[in-house]
């Protein structure tokens, strides 16, 4: 866990008395044996299937845990009123080696940039 950034400190501690996870290392997302964690495979396989069931409108080879991370940091920017500072805790929370980098990303472009 970052203990640089004490906002994702605070956002872990609130999910963890939510989910009841006394044990930091206790797994989330665990396989059907509940010994181990879903790995990115299966989960990327199940959202394809949900997709397709569903039949929602995105294209099922788009969807994927990627999609969700960047879905999470165009929606954090956003309810941050686009600012300079949202961009700077998602490239934190995404391990970025810039802010340039999270700009990237999230597909940013010059002017859509307004602090």
Known sequence: MNQNNPQLIEIIHRLHNKLNIINDDELILINRFKDKSINIQYANRRLKE?????????????????????????????????????????????????????KVYLGIKSQEIGD
Request: glycine share 6%; net charge positive.
């Open 50 to 102: 949900i997709a397709k069931k569903y039949n929602l409108k995105i294209s099922v080879n788009s969807m994927s845990t990627h999609t969700f991370r960047k879905t999470l940091g165009r929606r954090v920017w956003a309810m941050n009123q686009y600012s300079e500072k949202s961009l700077i805790m998602l490239g934190d929370l995404f391990n970025h080696f810039s802010i340039g980098i999270t």
